[in-house]
């Protein structure tokens, strides 16, 4: 299997991409990544998609590689769960970061206005979920593992008591 050419053209950086985002509220810290890769070590989306990798959306920024940032559907992909804020080292907080790159993306018309109302209410609801998920555990701990199966159980059943005619 041949390997995909993946040369980046000078030409195309555009190295104040670094400076405009970090100059803006939640990117700050971009600018502090030594690329240890623990964000994407401690990635859920990561696990689940080989592709998307925290660090590497974080290299490509650093590079100024502004269009193909701004054009990626991986910064779509960040589920703000911000186990990588949580973990990194110099306190990226790559979560945030990503927020103002959605942000940025449509203001320089990257991506329609819908996607970033759409994917501030993914964000809302999943962090709603995950805190009732977390809630529900806490105040009644499972005698086994927490593991995937019983996260989505969970989750289940949390939304039928939302919306208990279930759309029916």
Known sequence: MEKEDKTISLTSLEPRFKFDLAGRAGAEGLMHCFSCGTCTASCPVSEIDPEYAPSKLIRMILWGMKDAVLSSNLIWMCAMCYNCSFNCPQDVRFADAMRVVREVAVEESFAPPERLAMMTEID????????????????????????ETLLVQTARDILSEMNPGGGE
């Open 124 to 147: 809302r609801f999943s962090q709603m979920l995950r805190h009732l998920i977390l809630d529900r555990l806490l105040k009644n701990p499972p005698e086994g593992p927490v593991d």
